[in-house]
């Protein structure tokens, strides 16, 4: 695996080695063992950095730099005669081993330490041209003490070269994963794969995890809401044409309604002069009625006048008769004549207009009775005509009382269909008053209705305006959810 902390780690090693294998001539400048500083340095320097070179992710090149380092440590113990303090490279090269982040790397430095001083040890023990501690410490206890402060060191340093190698790959996936995530400019990428074995990245899995089902969920709501935003915008622009014909419905019903008020007010006032008119009509028949009845009685008492003086004039003409038959007995009669002309007269006046001709006769008989004496030869003449007189003066008497009768019965008809008029006339009184009175009530229900529909309008007209604030309203909401569904289009998952 191509680490990028083993690439700084090798470059840091490059100079670590140089920087021993020059250490490794100071030295030799001041113990003369120029051979060993350049001979068996340049036998451990060479293969490490061959390798750093070529194979430099390579398991064996780290391993290889780990031996090389604790090489030239035991040069430089060698060179400087076992020196204590010379020791102290060992446990600073350990630390500088923990940049690689690999236990295993620590494990084989500290064993090359550890073969290291035990060989020396025994091969400096039997006198043998090598050092690993003052010629006066070679002792198996300060070998025992080293040992322990680097086994002590190279646990501690594995375990945390084991903690930061966890630590570290889970950054450099957690930042792998980030580069992939935003690899395509504008928009993110999270349906990346996760290593869900590392209990580093548990956490940052946690969060891509939940990024993926929040936008995943979001996206969803989402595209209901911009389905559910278009269905509203729809029922928006329907409302709002429907508030549009209902205003101009309801437009329609106020000029309407406002025209049969002024139509109910102007039949009501029709109706209110038919009502006085039909009252007056009524009065006027109930007039003419009395009126009929008036002649009708009048009528009657002149047919029982007429038949009256039919009777007389009858009664007349048969005395003219007995006048006739008893022309001899004038003279002596003629204070009775004279009252038979006298009650002629009485009667004549009773019969009135028609009797004015028979009061001539009765006016002339008394001066006939007057005159008896005087004109007896004239009484014969004068009866005669006087009788055919009478007998005309009966025809036309029961003429008269035919048309009396006739009349009466027209006065009697005309008194019946007034009485049907009067009482047309009221019903249609009392129908043009309930006529009046509904047209009226109508009328002011007519402004009622005017007045709910002034307020229907008003009301139609906030309704618009609302619909018209919820349209901007939800055309806004449409634009944010389609910004919205821009910057979540951005999120792969």
Not at 163 to 185: D, P
């Amino acid at each position: 695996m191509q680490y990028p902390w083993i690439t700084k780690s090798n470059r840091i090693f490059i100079g670590v080695l140089i920087g021993q294998f020059l250490l490794s001539y100071i030295v030799a400048f001041y113990t003369s063992t120029w051979l060993e500083a350049t001979f068996i340095g340049l036998a451990i320097i060479a293969l490490p950095l061959f390798l750093i070179f070529s194979q430099p992710f390579a398991a064996v090149t780290r391993h290889c730099v780990a031996i090389a380092i604790q090489l030239f440590a035991a040069l430089h113990i060698h060179q400087a005669q076992g020196l204590i303090e010379i020791h102290f490279e060992i446990f600073v090269l350990l630390a500088f081993l923990s940049f690689y982040r690999d236990w295993r790397v620590i494990l084989s430095s500290v064993l090359v330490v550890a073969i290291h001083h035990i060989s020396f040890f025994i091969l400096q023990s039997q006198g043998v041209g090598v050092f690993i501690f003052e010629p006066s410490h070679v002792y198996f206890y300060i070998l025992v003490i080293h040992a322990l402060f680097a086994i002590t060191e190279a646990a501690l340093l594995m375990f945390v070269a084991k903690v930061s190698y966890a630590e570290a790959k889970a950054s450099l996936q957690m930042t792998e994963t980030i580069k992939k995530i935003l690899q395509t400019q504008g928009s993110f990428n999270l349906s990346v794969e996760l290593d869900s074995h590392n209990k580093q990245l548990k956490g940052f899995n946690q969060l891509i995890s939940s990024f993926q089902q929040f936008i995943s969920s979001v996206s969803a709501v989402n595209k209901d809401v911009t389905t559910l935003s278009k269905q509203v915008a729809e029922v928006s622009r329907n409302v709002e044409q429907a508030t549009a014909n209902t205003n101009e419905q309801v437009n329609m019903i106020a000029t309407a309604t406002e025209e049969m008020t002024v139509a109910n007010s102007d039949v009501a006032e029709r109706a209110a002069d038919m009502n006085s008119f039909s009252q007056t009509a009524l009065a006027k028949a109930n007039a003419a009625n009395k009126v009929i009845t008036s002649g009708s009685n009048e009528m009657a008492g002149l047919r029982e006048q007429l038949t009256n003086a039919a009777e007389t004039i009858d009664s007349l003409a048969s005395k003219c008769g007995q006048i006739n038959e008893v022309m001899e007995a004038i003279r002596t009669i003629s204070e009775q004549t004279n009252l038979l002309a006298l009650n002629a007269a009485i009667e004549s006046a009773r019969a009135g207009e028609h009797g004015r001709g028979f009061a001539v006769v009765a006016d002339e008989v008394r001066q006939l009775a007057m005159s008896t004496r005087e004109n007896t030869e004239q009484i014969s003449g004068i009866i005669t005509t006087l009788i055919t007189d009478a007998q005309q003066s009966v025809e036309q008497m029961n003429e008269c009382k035919e048309r009396a009768s006739s009349a009466d019965n027209i006065s009697f008809n005309a008194k019946s269909e007034i009485e049907q008029v009067v009482k047309d006339i009221a019903n249609i009184s009392e129908n043009i008053a309930y006529v009046a009175t509904a047209i009226e009530q109508q009328s002011t229900a007519s402004q009622s209705i005017s007045r709910s529909t002034q307020a229907l309008s008003s009301t139609s007209e906030e309704l618009k305006n609302y619909s018209d604030t919820a349209g901007e309203t939800f055309a806004l909401l449409h634009k944010n959810i389609e910004e919205l569904d821009q910057q979540i289009a951005r999120f792969k998952v």
